[in-house]
């Protein structure tokens, strides 16, 4: 199938910048959506950022207009820039990807920001 797997996150000041990554492997031709959520502690898991089936681009509004996903013409990477960052955009970040028949998360990465 496809496995991904995130890196970049870390430990940033308010108001600093993290770029996240996503790798994907295997039958990445198959992945029809992606993108990237959330899970804060004790909350649920939410929608950070994602490009949709047909190609739109979807944002939290928490997020609008601080982040900014991109992801490279194979569509096998994809990338969650953030700016701006606030103590409570802290959460494990996810980046998923969907199609008709799975939907596939990575392994997560810590993102913290300290006031």
């Known amino acids: 199938q496809v496995q991904l797997v995130e890196s970049g996150g870390g430990l940033v000041q308010v108001g600093g910048s993290l770029r996240l990554s996503c790798a994907a492997s295997g039958r990445t031709a198959t992945i029809a959506a992606m993108g990237w959520y959330r899970q804060a502690p004790g909350k649920e898991r939410e929608l950070v950022a994602r490009?949709?089936?047909?190609?739109?681009?979807d944002y939290s509004e928490d997020v609008r207009d601080r982040f900014a996903i991109s992801r490279n013409n194979a569509r096998n990477r994809w990338y969650l820039q953030m700016n701006s960052l606030k103590p409570e955009d802290t959460a494990v970040y996810y980046c998923?990807?969907?199609?008709?028949?799975?939907?596939?998360w990575g392994q997560g990465t810590q993102v913290t920001v300290s006031a």
């Open positions: 998923n990807a969907m199609s008709s028949w799975y939907n596939i």
């Open positions: 490009f949709t089936i047909d190609g739109r681009i």
